[in-house]
């Protein structure tokens, strides 16, 4: 019964995460379709059968379907949620009707409509991090150590209570939270660290250990661990147009990141059992939604972010292998073939559905779940 209730909870919580951002992404490229004067016929959060919906004055269908792993903006001209084109019925459009649908529309203004769901997620990122660090305040920790775990990698360099890191490798360090995050996407490489005693400056190696310890959620995972641990962190305030300045950085980092992480999953460094599909969000959904509305937020940020950057993958059917076609084209002056086209979105569709059921696969294995 426990199960049971954790489990609904978990997907309740996720549905109505994912749903917030993906309307944002899906209502970036609405908006710039319709300011390109390109007519919606659909705008739907989720797909398979329509749960309730309605028609507004220009005719689009907006509509929540059972299942809610996604949404689709579909345009006049589409054959399908994922843009195809109709080509048959584009070659008999009408002046008129040729002016309000997407395929016809300008190269540049094609592209600004793809790349407009992406960057509202990116946005929304911002938005959100902004409002965090003006209200609640941004965490700042020195990166001053305070304490070092025995036989870590930092014991081991040498490092001692009341250093300072100033610097990781070739990266300035100005507080603990640049230390965590240069670390955490460590795979066991060995770093150089620069660090300050007194008025000495300090140069040392030290390889973090991959170790199993538990994060935020009680989960265990395996992480790179250099040892050091800082005071207590404070939260400054800041007023708006510093709050955005440094979200927009935070989202950067966060993008940086998560793209390093997953070119050291290509290249074998990390494994690719740490890629998550709906069943570790769902619980990441409900376990942050335990925690209180500050670690939903930067749950959302760091989703959003993660949906932005997935969609402008060159994968045909995603948006970056939308732009990927419409690049070439604009090489070529004039489209690819409309079979190279067709070959590519299946392409696309299988890869993105091997992606998921390896996802799943992680979600069961990372879960016990058998």
């Not at 009341?162 to 100005?174: C, G, W």
Request: glycine letters at 8%; aromatic letters at 12%.
């Amino acid at each position: 019964m426990e199960l049971l209730t954790t489990s609904l909870y978990n997907f309740s919580a996720f549905v109505l995460i994912l749903t917030v951002i993906v309307f944002i992404h899906e209502f970036g490229h609405y908006y710039v379709a319709k300011l390109c004067g390109v007519k919606i016929e659909v705008f739907s959060i989720g797909f398979g059968k329509e749960l309730f919906g309605w028609n507004d004055k220009s005719g689009t269908r907006w509509k929540v379907c059972a299942l809610p792993f996604g949404g689709y903006v579909k345009m006049f001209g589409d054959i399908d949620p994922a843009s195809v084109p109709d080509t048959e019925k584009i070659s008999k459009f009408t002046k008129k009707e040729a002016a309000i649908a997407f395929h016809t529309k300008p190269l540049s203004q094609k592209s600004a409509i793809v790349a407009a769901g992406p960057i509202a997620n990116f946005v929304l990122a911002i938005v959100i991090l902004t409002f965090f660090f003006s209200y609640y305040g941004k965490p700042v920790t020195l990166s001053q150590i305070s304490g070092i775990t025995p036989d870590s990698a930092a014991f081991e360099a040498g490092l001692e209570i009341d250093d300072v890191i100033i610097q990781i490798d070739d990266t300035k360090i100005s507080t603990f939270a640049d230390i965590q995050r240069i670390i955490g996407l460590n795979t066991g490489t060995e770093i150089t660290i620069t660090y300050r005693r007194g008025e000495e400056e300090i140069t040392a190696l030290a390889t973090p250990k991959i170790v199993a310890r538990e994060d935020i959620f009680g989960n265990e995972i395996k992480a790179a661990l250099l040892g050091v641990e800082a005071r207590v962190s404070s939260f400054e305030k800041l007023n708006i147009f510093e709050s955005s300045i440094a979200a927009t950085k935070e989202t950067y980092h966060i993008a940086a990141g998560t793209l390093k992480a997953i070119g050291q999953m290509i290249s074998g460094e990390r494994s690719a059992r740490e890629i998550s599909g709906p069943i570790g969000i769902a619980k990441y959904s409900g376990q942050s939604a335990k925690k209180g509305i500050e670690t939903v937020l930067w749950f959302m940020v760091v989703l959003s972010v993660n949906l932005g950057l997935i969609n402008l993958f060159p994968i045909p059917i995603l948006d970056g292998g939308h732009l990927l076609f419409y690049a070439v084209e604009a090489v070529r002056g004039r489209p690819l073939a409309e079979k190279i086209q067709e070959y590519g979105f299946k392409f696309g569709l299988a890869c993105v559905l091997t992606l998921a059921a390896f996802a799943i696969f992680n979600d069961v294995r990372n879960l016990n779940l058998f």
